[in-house]
């Protein structure tokens, strides 16, 4: 029998006797073309939480929302 070691355990499918695609990478932070700034799951199966920074104030490098500071 051969087996498969996957990524994680979330990306294991036990039922189909393989692993599934990762999505992203763990807990790994990126923004999308809306300003949301996205967060990875543990298990490199989704993108569990959004939050909404607003265009062009999402920073996916220190993983965080900037702020606008009027006058600035």
């Known amino acids: 029998m051969n087996q498969e070691k996957c990524a994680s355990a979330d990306l294991c499918k ?3 006797g ?3 695609q990762m999505v992203c990478t ?3 932070k990126t923004c999308d ?3 949301n ?3 990875c799951n543990a298990g ?3 993108f569990a939480n959004r ?3 607003g265009v062009g ?3 996916a490098a220190n993983g965080r929302c900037n702020k606008c500071m009027p006058g600035t």
Do not use: F, K
Request: charged share 15%; hydrophobic share 35%.
């Open 57 to 59: 104030l999402c920073d």
């Open 26 to 28: 763990p807990n790994a």
């Open 18 to 20: 393989a692993c599934t």
């Open 51 to 53: 939050e909404a920074c």
């Open 33 to 35: 073309a809306s300003g």
């Open 14 to 16: 036990d039922n189909a």
């Open 44 to 46: 490199g199966t989704d």
């Open 37 to 39: 700034l996205l967060s």
